[in-house]
Every structure is written in C-alpha cells, then in structure tokens.
C-alpha cells in the first residue's frame, strides 16, 4: 500500500503540472484564434510526423525507467528497513535528497548546459544517468547508492531535461503542438507508466534478482540515448531550415 500510494502521488503531480502547462498553452492560443479539434487527432499527428513519433517514444521510455527505478526504491528500502516507520522514513530521505539536488541544479546549472551542448546532448543526460545508476545497482544495490542515483535522476529529470524536452515542441507548428502535446504528455506517458509496471511484474515472474533487473534496464537506456541525439538533430534541422533525415522511428 505504502508503494503504489507513493507511486500514486507521485502521478497525480505530476498530472496537475501537465495540466497546467496545456491550460497555459490554450490561453495562448485561444488569443491567436484558436484551434480546435478532437483528442484523437493528436495521436493522427504523432504517428503522421516521424519528429512527434520520436518525442512520443522519449516521453515512453523515460516512463517506463521512472517506473522501474521507483520500483527498484521500494523493493531496497523493504530490503533495508524493518518497520513500517523505518520505510516512511526512507522514502522521505529519499525525497529529501531528490529535492535538495533538483534546486542546485536548476539555480545554477540547467540554462547553461542547455546552451554549452545543445538540446539533444541535453536530453542525452538523463538516459545515460539512467544507464549508471543502474549499472552500479547491478553491483551494489544498497540504499545509499540508491539514494545518489534517484536524487541525480530526478534532479535531471525536472531540471534538465524537461526545459530540454518542451524545447522540441519549440520548432512544429502551433496547431501540431496543442493537438500532439496532449497525447504525448498523458496518454504515452501514462501508457509507459503502464509498460514499466508490466516490465517490473514480468522481471519479479521470471525470478529475476535486483542485480538482473538492473543489468536489463541498461540496454534500453541505451537505445533511449540514441534517441535522444537524433531528436536533438531533427529539432536543430528544423529550427535552422536546413535537410536532415528525421529521428528513427522507436517502437
């Protein structure tokens, strides 16, 4: 109970942050005439447009790993407490160091990595955070180390990569925006949300022991960073006008 209500606050928030960012966006556009149309429309966009297919696939797989480490969290802090106040205090440490870590990085960090590397260097950060946390998981899943990579991985997340990943909106029309956003920012994500839980409960049938699941989510941040420098590409090809081949298709 104490996991899945976590996790579910967790979504909620970051729900209401979504849904103030497209209420924002509605009154711009609502200021410019308007655009109309149906939900299902988005997704017609996102699968029409390679660009948007692959902003939807960054959106699912940085799902699926949040997921995933959230759950690895909570399969260590049961490891490692005893009591049911010993877990609510770890998972507040936990929240404590996250949060901490996520305001140095936005004060003094974020504009200019944003500027130094570009957007899709930017964006690579957060998979190949993914990619060494969980490969010294592998090795030594305690709590302290879990501790360092979730406060480095949300740190990343919130205060790098999501400026990063609103910046790839930045370069498609309006009307492609407030039709695609919606889809990607709730369906795909909740649907990755899904996915990771799936993945987890695959991982716990098959008997996978904690070091194994964190070997196997390696790879697929791999292909996620892969991603990432492809979209970084097609976002700077399309902001200058210049030709360049869209990112691959994932998924």
């Given at each position: 109970?104490?996991?899945?209500?976590?996790?579910?606050?967790?979504?909620?928030?970051?729900?209401?942050?979504?849904?103030?960012?497209?209420?924002?966006?509605?009154?711009?556009?609502?200021?410019?005439?308007g655009?109309?149309?149906?939900?299902?429309?988005?997704?017609?966009?996102?699968?029409?447009?390679?660009?948007?297919l692959?902003?939807?696939?960054?959106?699912?797989?940085?799902?699926?790993?949040?997921?995933?480490?959230?759950?690895?969290?909570?399969?260590?802090?049961?490891?490692?407490?005893?009591?049911?106040?010993?877990?609510?205090?770890?998972?507040?440490?936990?929240?404590?160091?996250?949060?901490?870590?996520?305001?140095?990085?936005?004060?003094?960090?974020?504009?200019q990595?944003?500027?130094?590397?570009?957007?899709?260097?930017?964006?690579?950060?957060?998979?190949?955070?993914?990619?060494?946390?969980?490969?010294?998981?592998?090795?030594?899943?305690?709590?302290?180390?879990?501790?360092?990579?979730?406060?480095?991985?949300?740190?990343?997340?919130?205060?790098?990569?999501?400026?990063?990943?609103?910046?790839?909106?930045?370069?498609?029309?309006?009307s492609?925006?407030?039709?695609?956003?919606?889809?990607?920012?709730?369906?795909?994500?909740?649907?990755?949300?899904?996915?990771?839980?799936?993945?987890?409960?695959?991982?716990?049938?098959?008997?996978?022991?904690?070091?194994?699941?964190?070997?196997?989510?390696?790879?697929?941040?791999?292909?996620?960073?892969?991603?990432?420098?492809?979209?970084?590409?097609?976002?700077?090809?399309k902001?200058?006008?210049?030709?360049?081949?869209?990112?691959?298709?994932?998924?």
């Open positions: 109970r104490l996991v899945f209500g976590s996790q579910r606050s967790q979504l909620t928030a970051d729900g209401v942050a979504i849904e103030g960012r497209q209420r924002a966006g509605d009154r711009d556009v609502a200021g410019e005439g655009i109309g149309g149906a939900f299902w429309e988005g997704a017609q966009a996102v699968v029409r447009s390679p660009y948007l692959g902003i939807g696939a960054y959106i699912a797989l940085m799902a699926i790993s949040n997921t995933l480490i959230y759950f690895t969290q909570a399969n260590i802090i049961r490891d490692d407490r005893d009591t049911f106040s010993e877990l609510v205090a770890g998972f507040a440490q936990l929240d404590v160091f996250a949060q901490v870590a996520t305001l140095f990085v936005q004060i003094f960090v974020t504009t990595v944003i500027k130094r590397i570009g957007v899709g260097w930017t964006l690579v950060i957060l998979p190949v955070v993914t990619m060494l946390g969980f490969a010294v998981l592998s090795a030594w899943a305690t709590f302290g180390v879990m501790a360092v990579f979730q406060a480095v991985h949300r740190a990343t997340r919130y205060a790098i990569s999501r400026p990063a990943r609103e910046t790839l909106f930045s370069v498609v029309s309006p492609e925006k407030y039709k695609a956003k919606p889809f990607v920012d709730v369906f795909l994500y909740r649907g990755g949300d899904l996915a990771g839980a799936g993945v987890d409960s695959m991982f716990a049938a098959m008997g996978l022991t904690l070091a194994a699941v964190a070997a196997a989510t390696v790879p697929v941040a791999g292909v996620w960073a892969v991603l990432c420098v492809a979209l970084g590409r097609a976002q700077q090809a902001d200058t006008g210049s030709p360049v081949s869209e990112p691959p298709q994932v998924g």
